[in-house]
């Protein structure tokens, strides 16, 4: 009987110590108000979260060196729905300019439901950065659904990236 209480600590512990990043706060969002949040996180091929970039709040410039024909630089971005209030859906797609490749290819289609009973559920994006310096951006174009009340809310944001 002592061993399921201490397994689940064991689990839970290292859950957590995998978590490299807290999710960004909800700062002056009306409780009820559908929401993403994110993380802008680059590294190599073993470890593209090894370096910080940028979040949703505090708000800082989003610098990301570029990709080089010796060294390619990995990326992921981190995406953080937030439940608001009943069972929250959220649909439609997530650009993340500086990957390498053509726009079809870093352009994400998400359908994810945060049910009531959760706060927040994510996802992760990874890919190679270009090698083409410059401003890019991460263009997010969803549309939240809340089932109770019913409501649907636009998400429209560009996040400028410096590749450097």
Not at 50 to 57: I, T
Not at 69 to 95: C, L
Not at 118 to 125: A, E, G, Q, T, Y
Request: glycine share 6%.
């Amino acid at each position: 009987m002592r061993r399921y209480p201490i397994a689940v600590a064991i689990v839970a512990a290292a859950l957590t110590a995998t978590c490299t990043q807290r999710v960004p706060e909800s700062v002056g969002i009306p409780p009820g108000t559908p929401h993403v949040s994110w993380i802008l996180m680059y590294g190599d091929s073993d470890n593209p979260d090894s370096e910080f970039a940028c979040q949703s709040y505090p708000r800082t410039e989003c610098v990301i060196p570029a990709s080089k024909p010796d060294a390619q630089v990995f990326s992921d971005v981190h995406f953080y729905y937030h439940a608001a209030g009943g069972e929250t859906r959220y649909d439609g797609t997530i650009d993340i300019g500086y990957l390498q490749g053509s726009p079809q290819s870093h352009t994400s289609k998400f359908n994810i439901t945060v049910r009531k009973s959760d706060s927040i559920l994510n996802s992760s994006v990874i890919g190679i950065v270009t090698s083409t310096p410059g401003p890019q951006a991460v263009t997010v174009s969803l549309d939240a659904t809340v089932t109770n009340p019913s409501k649907t809310q636009a998400i429209r944001e560009s996040i400028p990236v410096v590749v450097k």
